[in-house]
């Protein structure tokens, strides 16, 4: 078992965050208020207090930045007022945001998660998201490859988070993303890990992760094979043979981490009795694996902690919640004790 680093607060650890930044703007609706007004058939809903977070990579970010580490943002935004909204949050919980790319013409990404209340219920309704469109052309991808290389090998880890499934429109175009590959095996000491929805087989050489419905979907199955297969084993191992490791997350079900040389273990999930909000928890598990394997812990003490934080932040409802360095830690050792992990045995 690795202990935790003694020089800790004595040690900056730099992490540049690149990918898809979005605001998430909650509206919390009265619904004693509703009224239909004489020119319309729905009813108007109205929205007595708001509250707005980072979001995507952003979610991350302040996830990190909870966690202990220095964090550098890297990423596309609009401008506009939700640019201004998504930079005054990211500044606020303390990131630096002098890598966010304010384009003409592109729009800031905005996740809209209207919630209605009603006595002591509270219903999460449908989310609109808004998203960037327009296209990354020559010239931005020179300008995002020029400075991404000029920061890279000051970072400790390059963290990668890819919400959307349009290449063209992100900062995470198929040139960024050899430039990305290309990096990692210049700088193979540094962590290069890479959370995708859609395109986890586009890397390798890096940590990558995703979860069992987006691993579903790039092995063309309609469900995720929850059940020990061949076919899981075959499809997992050949993306962890690829990269560094490769983290599938399975909900309540944990984790399954397939390293680099064909072996795949279990890491259970840490188990809560409280009511839950699984927003987010992708991204706070994300960031309890990165933090931990610049502490130096292996890849699979690493993605315990993951599930750790991950199990702090989903009992904070309505928000995407964050855990702080102190109160993941001093549950490592007991959760180690109660949980471990195990090899794989796959028929």
């Known amino acids: ?64 930045v909870s966690l202990g580490a220095d964090v550098y943002c890297f990423g596309i935004i609009g401008n506009d007022g939700a640019a201004f909204e998504l930079k005054n949050s990211l500044t606020v919980v303390g990131a630096n945001v002098d890598n966010l790319f304010a384009f003409e013409n592109c729009w800031t990404n905005i996740y809209l998660r209207p919630i209605r209340m009603s006595n002591l219920t509270r219903d999460t309704m449908n989310e609109i998201v808004c998203i960037n469109k327009y296209t990354i052309n020559q010239n931005m991808t020179k300008l995002i ?19 959307f499934n349009k290449e063209e429109v992100s900062v995470l175009n198929s040139a960024v993303k050899q430039v990305l590959i290309n990096i990692s095996k210049i700088y193979n000491d540094k962590i290069f890990f890479v959370d995708s929805r859609n395109f986890i087989d586009k890397y390798e050489n890096m940590h990558i992760k995703c979860n069992q419905f987006e691993f579903a979907q790039l092995i063309n199955k309609k469900n995720f094979p929850l ?32 390293d680099n040389l064909g072996n795949s273990f279990n890491i259970p999930a840490i188990s809560t009795i409280d009511d839950v ?37 989903i009992k904070q409802i309505g928000v995407t919640g964050e855990a702080t360095f102190d109160e993941v830690f001093s549950l490592y050792d007991e959760k180690m004790k109660q949980v471990g992990y195990a090899k794989d045995t796959y028929a």
């Open 277 to 313: 909000d699984t927003c987010g928890a992708g991204d706070s598990a994300t960031a309890g694996i990165v933090m931990a394997l610049c502490l130096g812990y292996d890849k699979l003490q690493a993605s315990l902690i993951g599930n750790i934080v991950a199990s702090i932040t």
């Open 1 to 64: 078992m690795v202990a935790v680093n003694n020089s800790y607060d004595k040690k900056n650890i730099k992490i540049l965050v690149i990918g898809d930044y979005c605001l998430d703007k909650y509206y919390y609706i009265d619904a004693e208020l509703d009224q239909v007004a004489d020119y319309a058939i729905k009813p108007s809903y109205f929205a007595t207090n708001q509250s707005q977070y980072p979001g995507g990579a952003g979610n991350v970010t302040k996830n990190l």
């Open 145 to 163: 490859i020029d400075k991404l290389k000029e920061i890279a090998p000051q970072m400790d880890a390059i963290v990668v988070v890819e919400q």
């Open 227 to 258: 059940s020990k297969t061949k076919e899981l084993l075959k499809n997992g191992v050949k993306l962890g043979i690829k990269n560094k490791a490769f983290y599938l997350t399975t909900g309540e079900n944990g984790m399954i981490v397939f």
